[in-house]
């Protein structure tokens, strides 16, 4: 059995015919991590997943979903979403230049609220687009409580990048159990773009301890009484 995708070669890069307005310049052929989050607010850590999964795996592109809102998360801890796609911008141009980090309102613009919905969505909207869900491993700890997170790892390949704190409770998550005879090498990492779902690497670099949690707390203890 194979593990790859059967399809035709990739067409060379280039502005698609009829791209609909949802602010992503992508294109067939393109391998694309998909970085999801509140970005309440982004910081160098995120910076540092984006920028790992880039080149591990040989991605063109790096797509910062910026949530509306987390549907775990309370709404009253959360910055509006103007102010966390800035920080998310900020925290992109440290990680790269030019067009490979796109910073994205996508979740806002297709009204979706879950994860699953805006990858149906997106996979729908660019067909021909290798796309590979990203995220730290802080959020594989808890991933088994996302709506849908079988049906996420069994529609794209995703790359979990090991972040502080979370090393032994991310491999130990039952996500990473359910799914570990489907994990690859990380010295495999450029294969995933091209591999057929249910499939997920781990990879290792040096950790960055940055957390939006600690950033509000600093924040908040600054302010005036």
């Known amino acids: 059995m194979s593990f790859f995708h059967a ?15 949802d602010g992503l310049d992508l ?6 991590g998909l970085f999801g989050g509140s970005f309440n607010p982004a910081h160098d850590g ?3 997943v984006a920028e790992t999964a880039m080149r591990r795996l040989g991605l063109d592109r790096v797509v910062w979903l910026v949530s509306p809102q987390n549907p775990l998360k309370d709404a009253r801890d959360s910055a509006p979403l103007a102010e966390r796609m800035a920080s998310a911008r900020a925290a992109a141009a440290l990680a790269a230049s030019g067009p490979s980090m796109i910073v994205s309102d996508f979740e806002t613009r297709a009204g979706t609220q879950w994860t699953i919905d805006t990858l ?5 909207r660019h067909p021909g687009v290798r796309f590979v869900w990203l995220m730290g491993s802080d959020n594989l700890a808890s991933f088994h409580r996302w709506r849908g997170w079988t049906d ?27 799914f570990a005879g489907h994990r690859i090498s990380s010295r495999e990492g450029r294969l995933l773009p091209d591999m057929a779902a ?22 908040d203890a600054a302010a005036p009484l």
């Open 46 to 48: 995120h910076a540092h």
């Open 198 to 219: 249910p499939a997920w690497t781990w990879l290792r670099a040096p950790l960055n301890p940055r957390t939006s949690t600690a950033l509000r707390a600093a924040r």
């Open 152 to 178: 996420i790892m069994r529609m794209m390949p995703m790359a979990v990048v090991a972040r502080p704190g979370s090393l032994l409770e991310g491999r130990a998550a039952p996500a990473a159990r359910r």
């Open 27 to 32: 294109s067939p052929g393109m391998a694309v």
């Open 120 to 124: 149906r969505a997106l996979t729908a």
């Open 7 to 21: 399809g035709p070669a990739p067409i060379a890069f280039g502005p698609r015919p009829g791209t609909l307005r």
